[in-house]
């Protein structure tokens, strides 16, 4: 037997071993980066993607991904925009596989709420869904007061403007009952 053979053996599997044992460290360093990505992260990756989110009362929503903040999500739908909390959704499809962090310090803290009082300070037609009762059903009307973690909703028929304070009906909705909020409005407007 040669011995620069046996050499160039032992160096071939010395190289092998050494290149499995890296690809195992970077699968390792892969699931632990994986293990501190958040949703939201994900969505921002996914931001101008058409996407599907399911939500738990089995109504679905699909659109272009155009807005992925602290607590919920903008879809443009053609016509419409769709407000969704993240803890309405069951489920997405079409996401991305890449994470984008949040860099804004601000934009991190500016939650639902902020989005809701936005609606209603602009006093903006909306559509609300919930979770719980009747995935199809939605009420109509404007948001009038964002609480903490309600919102009241002066109901009206679609399409209807506001009705005088005097004949409409205020429903509460918390906000863990929103299943999304669609804007009477075209997209992006």
Not at 30 to 43: F, P, Q, T
Not at 54 to 75: D, I, N, P, Y
Request: hydrophobic share 45%; glycine share 10%.
């Amino acid at each position: 037997m040669r011995w620069d053979a046996l050499f160039d053996d032992m160096e071939a599997q010395l190289a092998a071993r050494q290149r499995l044992d890296f690809e195992a460290e970077i699968a390792e360093r892969a699931l632990v980066e994986s293990a501190g990505v958040e949703l939201a992260d994900r969505l921002r990756g996914s931001l101008g993607l058409r996407i599907r989110v399911q939500v738990s009362s089995g109504s679905s929503f699909e659109g272009e991904l155009s807005h992925a903040g602290s607590e919920a999500l903008v879809l443009d739908e053609s016509q419409h925009q769709v407000l969704i909390p993240y803890a309405a959704a069951a489920q997405y499809v079409g996401l991305s596989r890449v994470a984008v962090t949040e860099p804004s310090a601000v934009r991190r803290r500016l939650g639902l709420g902020s989005a809701l009082r936005g609606l209603a300070r602009n006093r903006a037609r909306v559509t609300v869904f919930v979770a719980r009762g009747r995935a199809e059903a939605g009420l109509h009307g404007a948001i009038e007061t964002v609480g903490r973690d309600f919102l009241d909703l002066a109901v009206t028929r679609e399409g209807q403007e506001r009705a005088a304070a005097s004949a409409r009906q205020v429903v509460s909705i918390p906000f863990g009952a929103l299943a999304g909020i669609r804007s009477a409005g075209a997209a992006g407007g």
